[in-house]
């Protein structure tokens, strides 16, 4: 059975057996949404309470190495099984999920969150679970376990983004050869950068080129702050680069009344801005968002000095 297949059963079986999961499911089909529009695009804000653990995670290393590593397969849930991939690879049902489908999928070793080794398994996974987006949190972009590398997946036809490149809005082609294209964003409030193509080895080797140039502009961190949502369709890949300045925008940290719980991630970053507070819900603005992107992504002009002979 293919491994799409696989995780449909997996999915029936553990909404059967595991509460945490089917109640966590249940309560997604009551999330409360609304549509904030930006003029050719807009942006999905998802109330989601089941989403404070992460959004409001603790990701300093002391805090990290004081708690036990929750995907870690020692530590996992006895209800949470789990689908092998490759040779070192879990995947699992993500028990507090923002799509209808929320994939974890966990290495077997507990090793730093970290895209270049992880590269190809992002790509591969794409390709195996094509009704899904892959997507990357790097270690101080969204990911709550910066100490364990991972990816998540979540259903196509849930971000945003998914549709606006599939229509070009605020998308321009900046460079293409053979099969490969690069497409950077403008005006869309963060800055992101597009390879499509089919060629999987010089998807790779543009991707390495892109990660090179960025770190010298962030030389001290562990690895260039980004996301990246990837997917597959048709034999050809498009792989979403979001490069990223901040981790959390000043409301993140503002006093009561002016404090917004947003910690942007790659599924904030397509297009789906989750807030765990109800009062956040409610009171966020277009142009808080549009403050909060600018505050946290780099913008186009930022960009497009990265990309330029890149392929
Ligand atoms: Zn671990």
């Not at 998308?171 to 293409?176: A, D, E, K």
Request: aromatic letters at 10%; one cysteine or more.
């Amino acid at each position: 059975m293919s491994l799409s297949g696989k995780v449909n059963e997996l999915f029936s079986s553990q909404l059967d057996e595991w509460d945490l999961a089917r109640e966590n499911y249940k309560q997604l089909e009551n999330v409360r949404t609304r549509k904030v529009s930006f003029g050719p695009f807009g942006i999905t804000v998802q109330f989601n309470p089941g989403r404070i653990t992460s959004s409001a995670a603790k990701v300093d290393s002391r805090s990290i190495e004081a708690r036990p590593c929750f995907l870690c397969g020692k530590n996992r849930p006895a209800s949470q099984r789990g689908l092998k991939f490759e040779e070192n690879w879990t995947v699992l049902v993500n028990p507090f999920p923002i799509f209808p489908r929320h994939l974890t999928i966990v290495s077997d070793s507990h090793t730093d969150q970290r895209i270049l080794p992880g590269f190809g398994t992002m790509l591969a996974l794409a390709a195996e679970l094509d009704g899904f987006v892959i997507f990357y949190n790097g270690p101080q972009c969204g990911a709550s376990a910066p100490d364990h590398i991972h990816f998540q997946a979540g259903n196509k036809g849930f971000l945003p983004v998914e549709n606006d490149f599939e229509s070009k809005t605020n998308c321009n082609l900046n460079s293409q050869k053979e099969s490969l294209n690069v497409w950077l964003w403008n005006g869309y409030m963060r800055g992101i950068v597009t390879l499509e193509g089919s060629d999987r080895e010089g998807l790779a080797l543009s991707f390495e080129e892109f990660y090179s140039r960025f770190l010298l502009m962030q030389p001290d961190r562990p690895e260039p702050m980004l996301n990246i949502l990837c997917s597959y369709k048709g034999g050809k890949w498009v792989i979403h680069i979001i490069p990223r300045k901040l981790h959390r925008p000043t409301q993140f940290f503002a006093e009561e009344g002016k404090k917004i719980i947003l910690s942007p991630a790659s599924v904030d970053m397509g297009g789906v801005v989750i807030t765990p507070r109800e009062e956040d819900f409610n009171k966020i603005t277009a142009s808080d968002i549009s403050d909060i992107f600018r505050q946290v992504c780099y913008s186009d002009a930022e960009l497009s000095h990265l990309i330029t002979n890149i392929i």
